[in-house]
């Protein structure tokens, strides 16, 4: 299937600092792009070039072969959701509230007349149904994570980015919202994810983008980008990259002993050290 969105040579430069350069990248319909790589590599700011938020300086994006650029804003916020990596404050705002927030691009348009049914679902799906009525600045980082995701999805655009998404889930949770995205994927959506944790990258992406430096340094199936020698140079730390029940499991390399060597047997130490 072809693209609906590429990033032809993408660059962005701040006070002179290149914080992207040449990044070629494609985005097809039904596919989940891991977009991972350490801190400060750049992926925040590749999303927000990709979702048309940021604009480059040097290259272009193009959306259904069209340049982002181009596209107004009425126009995006149907193509595209964006969940941002640090959480808006909403004050005042209940929980659903926030939700319904994702139906605004639909107004006037025959498709509110599902944003009841819409609403409902999202919260259901992001499992905050429970706490609908609550505000949402009195949430824990976890829950106000999962209302943006519930608001995401509220949007129903064909296009979702998503910036670490999972960092402050629980591991059922965590869980969850990569099945959900999955499902999204599944019923056409195409969408970009930041993730931190590589494990889960292998296990729900298609495709994995290994940012460093502001460059891709891979772009392929997890099977392909993620070993231990690409990691171990990219993290600048040693990683191992295990198979286990026909997944891969992503680990650093610990030192044995180390500050629980009092407290463990050598076996011990030798399991943590995997
Ligand atoms: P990541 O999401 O991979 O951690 P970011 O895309 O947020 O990285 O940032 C990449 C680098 O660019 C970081 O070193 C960050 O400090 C810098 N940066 C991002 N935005 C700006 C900005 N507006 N002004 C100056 N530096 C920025
Ligand atoms: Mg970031």
Known sequence: MSAVLSAHGVGVRIEGRAILAEVDLEV????????VGP??????????????DVDPTEGHVELRGRKIAKHSAKELSRERGVQLQKQGLAFGFRVEEVVRMGRSPWYRTPASDRD?????????????TEMAQRLFPTLSGGEQARTSFARLLAQETPLMFLDEPTAA???RHQEQLLSVVREAAAAGAAVVVVLHDLSLAAAYADRVCVLAGGRLHADGPPAEVLT???????????VDVLHHDGRLVVVPVRPRGGPTAATTTDEEASCSAV
């Open 228 to 238: 231990g020698e690409l990691l171990t140079e990219v993290y600048a730390h040693p």
């Open 116 to 128: 009841e049914e819409v609403v409902e679902a999202s919260l259901e799906r992001a499992d905050v």
């Open 169 to 171: 889930l629980d591991i």
């Open 28 to 35: 097809r319909p039904g596919e989940v792009v891991a977009l």
């Open 39 to 52: 801190n400060g590599a750049g992926k925040s700011t590749l999303l927000g070039v990709l979702s048309g």
